[in-house]
């Protein structure tokens, strides 16, 4: 565990939701035991492990987000991170569970009031204000052109079969062959590479970029930016 420094748990809601949502009969209640003992064991070795949550919202969650980040709070998680539902491609689960605008006006309202509540808990809600604005844009069907992203410079995605690109969603268009990157140097030269091939073939995902890295996921709000320094 000394060497772990960070863990991601997905929860989605309380056990009503999580547990057929993930298929897990008994999950919500196992991560309830699981997570705080992981946070004991982890102090007792003085580890500095981070751990975070990450919510999958939808219609049939959002009104309950403010509760379910109380509880993991409570279960010693110190970073919350969400994403709206995805998954176009399964027609048949997507339409009657994604967010709609209503949706996104609850979150809105919410947000304040949740980040308050983790802060007094010593954990905090990431995602800054523009990632409200990417998933409102969503709900409406409106498209985010994103001009340049700084493929490369910042994250790397990497897909089973070991094709590297700048995110998920560019995989086909800008995907580089894992085995083509030897040294420092081939890792380094990803970005330029990156740029020409969006040059000479821009990926139709960059004229409505859903990648949440670029969106401000991973973002803090300008308040607790600068109560940071």
Partial sequence: MRRVKELTVSVDGFSNLHDPMRGWPGGFEKL?????????????????????????????????????????????????????????????????????????????AQLPEIRRRLRDRGAILIGGEEYVTRIRASTLNERIPIADCEPGEHFLFIDEVGRVSPCSFTTFDYGVDIRTLATAADLAALPGIFRKLRDTRRSAHCDDCLSTQVCGKFSRTSAETLAAH
């Avoid at 699981?34 to 049939?60: C, F």
């Avoid at 919350?80 to 569970?97: C, S, V």
């Fill in 32 to 108: 309830r035991l699981w997570v705080p003992t992981l946070v004991r064991e982890a102090r007792a070795l003085g580890s500095d492990l981070k751990l975070r949550a990450n919510i999958v919202l939808m219609r049939q969650n959002v009104a309950d987000f403010a509760a379910l980040c109380s509880e993991l709070a409570e279960w010693g998680i110190t970073e919350i991170t969400y994403n709206q539902l995805g998954g176009r491609d399964r027609p048949e689960f997507y339409p009657a569970h994604r967010l709609t605008p209503a949706d996104v006006n609850i979150l809105e």
